[in-house]
């Protein structure tokens, strides 16, 4: 059977769905491992699932002020510059078949782009009620995608979920 490795961080709507897929594909015989933030280890060990963290990414979220929500957001999620490095850590130490990324994970998926392994990305939520094409989420994220797309020699995008 196949090894699947899941790529998520500490959002609240992607965990759910994303550790009833691995349970029904662990018992359809296949393996599953998770890569994500040091805060949530003992929510995925505590279900008996494989987990690692992203070690230069997955630190604990420490106390902010809500102001500071959006920037810290893009920084540590979702286009966060450390996650080429930490996904090419887990691929390297798993050597995965397939690779499911949080669709809010944008450096993540960028680094996939650059590897030859099948790769899709979970949608959790609608994404229109989140994150709407050309929204102000875009505002937020699309400059630290960016920088991350051309680092890894991508083209640029022009929405987050372009």
């Keep these: 059977m196949s090894k699947i490795l899941f790529v998520t961080w500490p959002g609240g709507g992607n965990q759910p769905p994303v550790i009833g897929l691995a349970q029904q594909l662990r018992r359809d015989g296949h393996e599953t491992v998770f890569a994500g933030y040091l805060d949530q280890a003992s929510r995925f ?14 630190t604990t979220w420490a106390s902010f002020n809500i102001a500071d929500l959006m920037p810290l957001l893009v920084k ?18 798993y050597q995965p078949d397939l690779v499911v990324v949080d669709c809010l994970m944008g450096g993540a998926l960028a680094a996939m782009e650059t590897s030859q ?24 994220v699309i400059g630290e995608l960016n920088r991350i797309r051309f680092a ?3 083209t640029p ?5 372009q």
């Design 45 to 58: 060990t505590h279900l008996d699932l494989e987990f690692a963290r992203l070690t230069r990414s997955g």
């Design 117 to 140: 392994i099948p790769t899709v990305a979970l949608v959790h939520s609608a994404p229109g009620a989140l994150a709407p094409p050309g929204g102000p989420i875009d505002g937020f």
């Design 76 to 93: 540590h999620a979702w286009a966060c510059p450390d996650h080429v490095a930490d996904t090419a850590e887990i691929l390297d130490r």
């Design 152 to 154: 890894l020699d991508l």
């Design 157 to 161: 995008v022009d929405s987050y979920w």
